[in-house]
């Protein structure tokens, strides 16, 4: 429908343009016929009074009653055909005037058209660039309410707009309430769980303080030779106790760093910072889990590059990944990384089974836990990671290397890059 709106707006365009170059151009023809007229009467009647001046009366007398009558300019007798004339014998001089006339009548419409098509088509780019300014405002949070210009092609799109825009800002407050929400029930369930573990925890150490303590001639007394089989089963327990300890401890930790992220009370500090120090630092952390479990770390140094970044919160990060790939069977962990005008890319690998495929989509998900995960493991780890990396304008993907093992490929960016909250 606007479509064919724009085409009768148009060629009603090109009528009325046209029209008005014709009219003039008409209008300029006859002044310039009626002077040539004139011009050549004005040659006659000289001639005629040279030749007999008393014919002067004559003339007076009938160009008198002609003017005052307008009668047409045709005579009784055709005496000008009858001596030979025709009327294109008196209007070859006039020929090139018409043309020029018509061309230049011609040359005014096109002028004119294109003044029209030109003015309509700043006014729809004016138009198009208020509204892509106005959705830039929108996506960088900035934007004011959209005010009407007046009625024109893109009065509908522009309320559109308007409304498409005030709903997404309802959802994106909706959204980040919701959050908030979510965020501070992370927290007290947290904080509800740090109370039974503590117990817990002064529990169990008051339990091996007394199995320790307890006389050789105590245990002789209980149930014979059992003595020995009960000791080792209370210790069997405890130390069952003090892992599913360890592991809430955990949990609740990365509860509460969840809950802070949400909240949005976590600060990171952007510094400068250096890819081989950082990637070094991660893997001394882990240095008494690799050393358990005889994984080996290569970390190599490929000159001085650094990312703007929070060293500590990429460390830990940087961490998570490592542990991953330690905890999925790899005993030898990999660190590359490299730099280019748009971003700084850190990839570390294992020589382990890698991923299975129907776990990829899903790895950075919060509490997922996939075929290979680790006993104890909470899949808390690498949607902290993710969330991280992000927050610091970067990206994270995870993938199988042809050679096998799983791969994490990181990319810093150099410049602010659009991701989706």
Request: charged share 25%; aromatic share 8%.
């Amino acid at each position: 429908m606007n479509g064919s709106k724009n085409r009768f707006v148009t060629i009603g365009l090109i009528l009325s343009v046209s029209l008005m170059v014709s009219a003039v151009s008409v209008i300029l023809a006859s002044c310039y016929f009626s002077r040539l007229q004139f011009g050549l009467l004005n040659v006659i009647c000289c001639e005629w009074i040279k030749q007999e001046p008393e014919a002067e009366t004559i003339i007076t007398g009938m160009l008198k009653e002609y003017t005052q009558k307008n009668k047409k300019p045709e005579a009784d007798n055709d005496v000008l055909s009858g001596l030979g004339y025709r009327a294109s014998d008196f209007s070859k001089s006039a020929h090139r005037p018409a043309a020029f006339f018509a061309a230049a009548g011609f040359i005014a419409g096109v002028l004119l058209f294109l003044i029209a098509i030109c003015c309509q088509n700043r006014i729809k780019a004016l138009r198009i660039r208020a509204l892509t300014d106005y959705l830039e405002q929108v996506n960088t949070g900035h934007a004011a309410i959209l005010s009407s210009t007046g009625e024109d092609d893109f009065s509908r799109l522009e309320d559109e707009l308007y409304k498409t825009v005030t709903f997404l800002y309802q959802t994106k407050d909706a959204a980040v309430q919701a959050r908030n929400g979510f965020a501070e029930n992370l927290s007290n369930i947290a904080h509800q769980l740090k109370t039974p573990i503590t117990a817990i925890c002064l529990s169990v150490q008051t339990m091996k303080q007394n199995i320790a303590a307890r006389p050789a001639g105590e245990n002789a007394c209980c149930a014979g030779g059992n003595a020995e089989s009960n000791g080792s089963v209370s210790k069997y327990h405890l130390k069952q106790v003090e892992k599913q300890l360890l592991r809430l401890t955990r949990l609740e930790e990365a509860l509460l760093t969840l809950s802070r992220i949400d909240a949005g009370t976590i600060r990171l500090q952007k510094n400068e910072t250096d890819v081989f120090t950082l990637l070094v630092l991660a893997a001394d952390n882990l240095y008494e889990l690799f050393a358990d479990s005889k994984t080996s770390v290569e970390i190599p140094e490929l000159g001085e590059m650094t990312i703007t970044a929070d060293p500590e919160w990429t460390m830990e990060a940087v961490l998570n990944l490592m542990k991953n790939g330690m905890e999925h069977g790899g005993r030898m962990i990999r660190c590359s990384y490299a730099q280019n005008p748009l971003y700084t890319e850190i990839l570390i690998w294992d020589d382990g089974d890698g991923f299975a495929k129907e776990d990829i989509p899903h790895l950075f998900e919060r509490f997922y836990r996939g075929k290979n995960a680790a006993e104890g493991g909470i899949g808390i780890g690498l949607a902290l990671s993710k969330e991280i990396i992000e927050r610091q304008n970067g990206t994270i993907r995870a993938k199988n290397r042809p050679e096998g093992g799983a791969l994490f490929e990181i990319r810093f960016y150099k410049n602010s890059i659009c991701k989706s909250s």
